[in-house]
């Protein structure tokens, strides 16, 4: 996989929440940031104004939130678990392997 896109900053027209900015520049340090696509990036910015939704009261985004990160997560996961984990679903039906 080639590297990926840089971070762009949150647009400055928003008044994000504080906790936003922290979600935003955790995922800037995470380690999918190395391999996240510029359209990726747009993306996870759009998940940002659903993140500042829900910190701001409105907690019917949670689930659209939700649904955002975790197809990033999965579209940039590793094809093993990370060490430690163990698989507790059993054989896999085209599913993503559930890991604890």
């Known amino acids: 996989m080639s590297q990926g896109a840089p971070q762009p900053e ?3 027209h928003v008044k994000w929440p504080q906790i936003t900015r922290e979600w ?3 995922w800037g340090r ?3 940031a190395a391999h996240l696509t510029e359209t990726d990036w747009m993306e996870l910015l759009e ?3 659903l993140h500042a939704r829900f910190w701001s009261g409105e907690a019917k985004v949670a689930g ?3 649904v955002r990160e975790e197809r990033l997560r999965r579209r940039h996961s590793r094809p093993d678990p990370p ?3 163990v698989r507790v679903d ?3 039906d085209g599913e993503p392997p559930t890991f604890v």
Do not use: I, K, N, T
């Open 83 to 85: 060490a430690g984990l």
């Open 47 to 49: 998940a940002a104004l």
């Open 30 to 32: 995470s380690e999918y």
């Open 90 to 92: 059993g054989e896999c």
């Open 24 to 26: 935003w520049a955790a």
């Open 64 to 66: 659209e939130l939700r």
């Open 10 to 12: 949150l647009p400055s």
